[in-house]
């Protein structure tokens, strides 16, 4: 069983950054994929960002040259590096790690406030 830890949200002003870690416990084995999703009360939640071993990295078409994804397979850590955040960027963040064997693992979120 995997466990996923998140940290680094928080309250921003709108222009800041925020950058975001997920830490995957549980598993000797690195994920497939790994990535970001938001949601806010209301609406689905969407892809952010994510990091595929077999097709690189995706990034929503809102965050693309603002947010940047990377990860540590040593480590089967993520992270998300948002910089410029607008207040729509304002979300629960959630973790999602995928391993090679399909199962699917998701965080318990972290809230990203921006706001003046």
């Known amino acids: 069983q995997v466990q996923l830890v998140e940290s680094g949200g928080g309250l921003v002003q709108p222009g800041g950054s925020l950058r975001l870690s997920c830490a995957a416990s549980?598993?000797?084995?690195?994920?497939?994929?790994m990535g970001w999703y938001r949601q806010v009360p209301g609406k689905q939640r969407e892809m952010v960002a994510r990091?595929?071993?077999?097709?690189?990295?995706n990034y929503a078409d809102s965050v693309k040259g603002r947010f940047t994804i990377s990860r540590d397979n040593a480590k089967n850590m993520v992270y998300l590096q948002m910089n410029s955040l607008k207040v729509e960027d304002t979300a629960v963040y959630f973790c999602?790690?995928?391993?090679?064997?399909?199962?699917?693992?998701w965080g318990q979120g972290t809230q990203v406030t921006v706001s003046s």
């Open positions: 999602n790690v995928v391993q090679f064997s399909g199962v699917n693992y």
């Open positions: 549980g598993s000797r084995f690195s994920m497939s994929n």
């Open positions: 990091s595929s071993i077999f097709d690189g990295t």
